[in-house]
């Protein structure tokens, strides 16, 4: 069974929408934004390209990634890759960044039985959210910002459901107030 790992810019207060500069949000690129570069702190970003084999993405982000990622030589490994996209909408894959197209969560999860390596989750807050509802996910990968956002898209939902213990595999703090955890969902 392959692992689903949901990786995300978070906010203190629970907010991934927009961490890059994506337009329609007041706090777009807060990621950046008043926060000092470290390097050390998206050292992770770098292993997940490396150890992942596959990206799935939601349509949103699927539409905002497919224009600009394979222009982005940072991206190499990423480009390279199997993608997949969970969308009842999108009729079709984009061709600059070719996809294939899951319909439902049963398909997601047929994908995590077939074999192979890690399948990771960027971006995509509503397919996240749907995934951990689903029990789908098997990891987070998580870089939270020493910021409060108040509104804006949450990496969880407010499902009421029952409780999902998580075991802290990895974690750092960074001298820009950035942390780093990495949780596995225990089951």
Not at 73 to 81: I, S, V
Not at 143 to 172: C, I, N, Q, Y
């Amino acid at each position: 069974m392959r692992t689903l790992i949901v990786t995300a810019f978070v906010s203190l207060d629970g907010v991934v929408e927009a961490p890059g500069g994506e337009t329609g949000y007041r706090n777009t690129g807060w990621t950046f934004k008043d926060i000092d570069f470290d390097p050390a702190a998206y050292e992770l970003k770098g292993r997940e390209q490396e150890e992942t084999t596959a990206l799935l993405l939601g349509r949103t982000s699927y539409e905002a990634f497919a224009p600009i990622w394979p222009t982005m030589t940072e991206f190499a490994g990423y480009n390279a890759m199997p993608r997949y996209v969970v969308s009842t909408t999108l009729a079709e894959a984009d061709p600059r960044w070719p996809a294939t197209i899951l319909r439902s969560l049963d398909e997601v999860a047929a994908l995590k039985e077939t074999e192979g390596g890690p399948i990771a989750v960027h971006g995509s807050a509503t397919l996240a959210r749907s995934l951990a509802d689903a029990g789908l996910v098997d990891r987070y990968h998580l870089l939270m910002f020493p910021v409060l956002l108040g509104a804006g898209k949450r990496l969880f939902s407010a499902a009421d459901k029952d409780k999902t213990m998580l075991k802290l595999v990895e974690h750092d703090a960074y001298a820009n107030g950035i942390q780093k955890q990495v949780f596995e969902v225990v089951r």
